[in-house]
């Protein structure tokens, strides 16, 4: 008998209808996370958007939030904090109130991530010495991150196909997610992603067409390594919520 008609497909491993939360609390790729994966976007966050940011749409408000969409076991998350905390710091915005918010699907993953404590990798190793002061010594477990940067972060089990309304961020990253959704239902996904920015935030999602997100009608950031596009200044976009029926 067919299969009823979803609104997704997953990855090529994956059946009509399975299970996400099984897939990707079972399945290893969901280890594959590092700190400051991509230093050029964290040098963008810290020495272009924090400005911009101060400067122009924050201003007022003395706020920033961030969101880590498919943070994992809490790297990502913890890396956008320590460039946030840096790019305040030197930007004079010490006393700013930041909070940066993981979510992941996975339960495991969110678990790893609240504890905050991490074996190094040698892919980590670099990184790690560049934002050493944001780590402590966690004896035979390796390290944790410190308690002046997890006091900025929650992490949250959760779905970003189901889409809720909430707090607008001012930067957005969710990389290497929504590769594993059919191409035309990424486009829905994010979408709806960037609807949670806030018009003239800032967005980094992977992987994801420039030209379609030109036509979207966002723009390149000038003075930047191109990692972050920023969104349209317009509030407009489509709203809604998603359905996984049709
Ligand atoms: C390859 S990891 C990427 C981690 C991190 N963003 C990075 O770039 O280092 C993919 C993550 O996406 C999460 N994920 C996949 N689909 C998701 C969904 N619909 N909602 C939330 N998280 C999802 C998986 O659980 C996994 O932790």
Same mark, same amino acid.
């Given at each position: 008998?067919?299969?009823?008609?979803?609104?997704?497909?997953?990855?090529?491993?994956?059946?009509?209808?399975?299970?996400?939360?099984?897939?990707?609390?079972?399945?290893?790729?969901?280890?594959?996370?590092?700190?400051?994966?991509?230093?050029?976007?964290?040098?963008?966050?810290?020495?272009?958007?924090?400005?911009?940011?101060?400067?122009?749409?924050?201003?007022?408000?003395?706020?920033?939030?961030?969101?880590?969409?498919?943070?994992?076991?809490?790297?990502?998350?913890?890396?956008?904090?320590?460039?946030?905390?840096?790019?305040? +710091?030197?930007?004079?915005?010490?006393?700013?109130?930041?909070?940066?918010?993981?979510?992941?699907?996975?339960?495991?993953?969110?678990?790893?991530?609240?504890?905050?404590?991490?074996?190094?990798?040698?892919?980590?190793?670099?990184?790690?010495?560049?934002?050493?002061?944001?780590?402590?010594?966690?004896?035979?477990?390796?390290?944790?991150?410190?308690?002046?940067?997890?006091?900025?972060?929650?992490?949250?089990?959760?779905?970003?196909?189901?889409?809720?309304?909430?707090?607008?961020?001012?930067?957005?990253?969710?990389?290497?997610?929504?590769?594993?959704?059919?191409?035309?239902?990424?486009?829905?996904?994010?979408?709806?992603?960037?609807?949670?920015?806030?018009?003239?935030?800032?967005?980094?999602?992977?992987?994801?067409?420039?030209?379609?997100?030109?036509?979207?009608?966002?723009?390149?950031?000038?003075?930047?390594?191109?990692?972050?596009?920023?969104?349209? +200044?317009?509030?407009?976009?489509?709203?809604?919520?998603? +359905?996984?029926?049709?």
């Amino acid at each position: 008998m067919a299969a009823a008609a979803e609104t997704h497909v997953y990855d090529a491993n994956l059946h009509s209808g399975a299970d996400l939360q099984a897939f990707f609390e079972g399945d290893n790729l969901v280890t594959a996370t590092r700190f400051f994966r991509n230093r050029a976007m964290y040098l963008d966050l810290e020495q272009v958007l924090i400005p911009m940011l101060m400067q122009g749409p924050a201003r007022a408000s003395r706020r920033l939030r961030v969101w880590s969409a498919g943070c994992s076991d809490g790297r990502e998350a913890y890396s956008l904090a320590m460039s946030t905390h840096r790019g305040l +710091s030197r930007n004079n915005g010490s006393g700013w109130d930041w909070q940066v918010r993981g979510s992941d699907l996975s339960r495991p993953q969110i678990a790893k991530a609240r504890a905050g404590v991490y074996v190094v990798t040698e892919h980590d190793q670099d990184a790690v010495d560049d934002y050493g002061e944001y780590f402590e010594s966690a004896g035979n477990k390796g390290l944790q991150v410190a308690e002046r940067i997890r006091a900025h972060i929650q992490f949250e089990v959760e779905d970003i196909i189901a889409y809720q309304p909430g707090e607008p961020v001012d930067i957005l990253v969710c990389s290497l997610v929504v590769l594993y959704y059919e191409q035309e239902y990424q486009k829905e996904i994010i979408r709806k992603l960037i609807s949670r920015v806030r018009p003239g935030g800032f967005f980094h999602v992977t992987p994801v067409s420039k030209r379609w997100l030109l036509s979207e009608d966002h723009h390149r950031t000038a003075g930047s390594s191109g990692a972050f596009f920023q969104r349209s +200044s317009q509030a407009g976009g489509q709203d809604g919520g998603f +359905s996984r029926n049709g």
